[in-house]
């Protein structure tokens, strides 16, 4: 039996109706109908109770679904070993841009170096909530994402890497004091701040919040998507920018850009690589893992931990 009519079944008890099932699943309402009522001829018994509002399964029909659950997560573990059978290796990574702009470039070099016969390999950069949906959705094999809480990756394979540090900056010219700062001496510049979703944003909102402000209290506030914009305006003397402090350290080190701590603030937020935890054995994951690992331990007496399953 094809699968699809499994799918459909599913997805109508899901959905409580055919016509959303229909919706979801790309078909037409008549169908839907029609595949579960195939199943019901073959199996000799009414799967779906449609006298109320919505479809529920009826006794018969829970013990199917039990087993198209099962069978249809047998047929997605086949797909994806058939997938790594097809000649030439594939990877697709989705990582937050902080990651990807600081990071990314010297962990994708050091990767491609070790494992020539990667034939495709594609790389995304999202915000949190984007990424973790696209890993379950098996839309990418991995990400790399900065939070500041994260309780979705508990169902994935996980490893913690150094946190990211973020700071204020500030052009020299605006001559702010080196040493910590009160919110209010910042208060009177113009913000250049990432959209919503954006871990850097919450943690910036949570701080404010913390000490009795908002983020309407600055002068002005410019919302960006574009880090580079943000931060060649910041060169400019046009104001200051809560970033991570990888993303600018050699202004830093040129003395470009002035970097700016604040009393009452949490300056660090969590980083973490992770991908399906059924895939903990998968050793092109390991090896990118291992890769983004020694970047950050370059140099540093540390040894890589396999990935464990978070508690």
Known sequence: METRYL?????????????????ELHITQ???????????????QQLLNRSGPVLVPT????????????????????MEELKRLKVGKRLSICCTPTFGMAHLPGVLNDFVMQNADVADLKFIFK???????????????????????????????????????????????????????????????RLYARRDGCSSKNLLNRNLAAVGKGIDDFRTVVISDDLRLSIESVLAGGGVSFVSRSLVQHHLDQGRLCAHYVK??????????????????????????????????AGKDAVFVPIEVLA
């Open 7 to 23: 799918k459909t079944l599913l997805k109508a008890c899901e959905t409580g109706s055919f016509s959303r099932a229909a919706e």
């Open 30 to 44: 008549s169908a839907a109908s029609q595949r579960v009522k195939f199943l019901e001829e073959s199996y000799g």
């Open 59 to 78: 006794e018969a029909g829970a013990l199917v679904l039990a087993a198209a659950r099962e069978i249809l997560a047998r047929e997605n573990t086949l």
């Open 127 to 189: 915000q949190p909530a984007e990424a973790i949906k696209g890993v379950q959705d098996k839309e990418y094999d991995l990400a790399v994402i900065e939070h500041c809480d994260a309780p979705l990756l508990k169902s994935f394979a996980c490893h913690a890497l150094p946190d990211d540090e973020l700071v204020f900056i500030s052009a020299p010219t605006l001559k702010l004091p080196s040493s910590e700062l009160e919110i209010g001496q910042l208060l009177e510049l």
């Open 264 to 297: 009452g603030f949490q300056h660090l937020r969590e980083r973490t690589l992770f991908y399906d935890a059924g895939r903990r054995d998968d050793p092109l994951l390991a090896n990118f893992a291992a890769c983004v690992f020694n970047l950050f331990t």
